[in-house]
């Protein structure tokens, strides 16, 4: 029987495990939730503790269902910038505050008086921005000094993981870089930074390679998830980068499209490169001397959601019925409508943009309708409107220098041919979807597999562990008909831009 490796993911809504053979099958998986806590307006915060109950958990339900003697390999992937502060005994300090959290703003305002915003941008690859580990541990010192005083040591949610089950206190290049802390340049922690900031570098955790091992199960986490003690766990990466990795994303050239509420790029690259103007991320990848460009655009499959509790009753009522999705019917309705849907454009901003427009007042609207425009045509321009923002953020990765030759795309919005074709169409390029959607924790299990020595090299790793279950060939005549109306879409926004403010100044 062959070989197999585990891949645990640390999500924000919560954990989701998987066991793989080497030939990248998916032998068994589980899945447990967790809380998210707002304890005041605007933060969001998790327990550690819950984290690592989570792990056990679907650890168990997992290693109940093999032989223990096929494990050869633990890999962690996780949400990022969420981290947990520890004292010495290796015991929480506090909540960890997590991405979706906004208190840290006035330390944002903070860094930007402390250090000149471009210096870091040029150091860390990143903007100042609130989101990250560094302006998460301001808060803590300006406001809880006996917290931060007691804290030995800070570890990322994955990294939480692989405390547990080795006694290790380490992280990766992947995770670092998402700190606002780490030189991506010299892939270590940025002295200069953390002077200006007044963060002690000691209580920064030691870095190391996504795919090396930072330790083994020891007999304690063996009794709680039944993994064998004395496997080895290997430190593991980032979601985005993993999602990247376990899609076969990891040479130049490549973009990986990871779809969901929102849409990540995530854009390998052979070195870093930071963009001037601070609107797209240079992160590190986990693959060795490679970094990637990430590049989030807003409500994607979200808008689709979005109609669907709104407008979508019907389908909703009728799909129970059936024993179906309701975004099956949706595909039906909007497969019957043809290209431009009459005249009708939709901009997905439901909470602003960011990629391609990066307009925090942008605001969705639906430009065009009639009284002939009924909800087949919606939909339809809902799945063109998203597709638009595809093509333009792809022309934004093209202008970093970047030659894409290869897509290939993941998540939710996966599910839908129709959509899938669509966006084919309107860039103009092949996509290819991978066999296992849960790209992130595949991805996990190929770093496993790296340092299990299952594997020599990620090429080979790949090869063996990622398939390729349905490419979408554009079609030229769809192409050239969608390129037309692209320009006409650009051209009505301009015009659309304009009431942002507006709008803004009304709602508030």
Not at 16 to 26: E, L, M
Request: glycine fraction near 8%; charged fraction near 25%; hydrophobic fraction near 40%.
């Amino acid at each position: 029987m062959s070989q197999i490796v585990i891949g645990v993911d640390i999500g924000t809504g919560g954990c989701k495990t998987i066991a793989s053979d080497v030939n990248g099958r998916i032998i068994a998986e589980a899945f447990e939730e967790y809380s998210v806590y707002h304890p005041q307006m605007n933060w969001a915060e998790q327990d550690p503790e819950e984290w690592w109950k989570a792990a056990r958990i679907t650890l168990k339900q997992i290693t109940s269902k093999i032989s223990s003697d096929r494990i050869i390999g633990v890999g962690l992937t996780s949400q990022r910038e969420a981290f947990a502060p520890l004292d010495k005994a290796g015991e929480k300090l506090y909540n960890s505050i997590i991405w979706l959290d906004m208190r840290a703003v006035l330390q944002k305002n903070k860094i930007e008086k402390l250090i000149p915003p471009r210096r870091v941008l040029e150091i860390t690859g990143v903007p100042v921005d609130h989101i990250f580990s560094a302006a998460k541990i301001l808060w803590i010192k300006d406001n809880l000094p006996d917290v931060f005083r007691k804290i030995n040591r800070i570890l990322f949610a994955k990294d939480y993981i692989a405390f547990k089950l080795c006694n290790v206190k380490s992280t990766d290049r992947s995770m670092a870089s998402r700190t606002m802390l780490f030189d991506v340049h010299r892939l270590q922690w940025s002295h200069e930074i953390c002077e200006s900031l007044e963060i002690p570098v000691d209580i920064l955790p030691e870095v190391k390679g996504s795919w090396e091992v930072v330790g083994e199960v020891d007999s304690r986490a063996s009794e709680q998830t039944g993994l064998p003690v004395g496997v080895p766990v290997v430190s593991g990466g980032g979601d985005r980068p993993c999602e990247a990795l376990g899609a076969g994303t990891y040479r130049e050239g490549d973009v990986n499209i990871g779809t969901g509420t929102g849409t990540v790029f995530e854009v390998p690259v052979s070195k870093p490169k930071p963009d001037p103007r601070g609107l797209i991320d240079c992160c590190c990848h986990v693959v060795p001397d490679t970094w990637e460009y990430e590049i989030i655009i807003n409500a994607t499959g979200e808008s689709l959601r979005w109609f669907r509790d709104n407008f979508g009753h019907e389908e909703v009522y009728k799909a129970r019925e059936e024993g179906v999705s309701p975004y099956i019917l949706f595909d039906r309705m909007a497969a019957e409508v043809p290209p431009g849907a009459g005249g009708l454009f939709y901009y997905p901003y439901l909470w602003g943009a960011r990629a391609p427009k990066f307009d925090l007042l942008a605001r969705s609207a639906f430009i065009g309708f009639t009284h002939a425009h009924k909800r087949p045509a919606f939909i339809k321009s809902i799945l063109e409107g998203v597709a638009f923002q595809y093509s333009e953020t792809l022309q934004l990765v093209r202008e970093l220098g970047v030659d894409i030759k290869r897509i290939t795309m993941t998540g939710g919005e996966v599910k839908s041919n129709l959509w899938n074709q669509i966006k084919a169409d309107v860039l103009g390029m092949y996509i290819h979807v991978p066999e296992v959607l849960d790209a992130a924790a595949l991805g996990s299990c190929i770093l496993a597999s790296i340092g299990a020595k299952a594997y020599a090299d990620f090429e080979t790793a790949v090869k063996h562990m990622i398939r390729i279950s349905k490419t979408y060939n554009p079609n030229p005549k769809a192409h050239s008909e969608y390129a037309k109306l692209l320009k006409a879409y650009q051209k009505v926004y301009e015009y659309y831009e304009q009431c942002f403010k507006i709008l803004a100044d009304i709602s508030g």
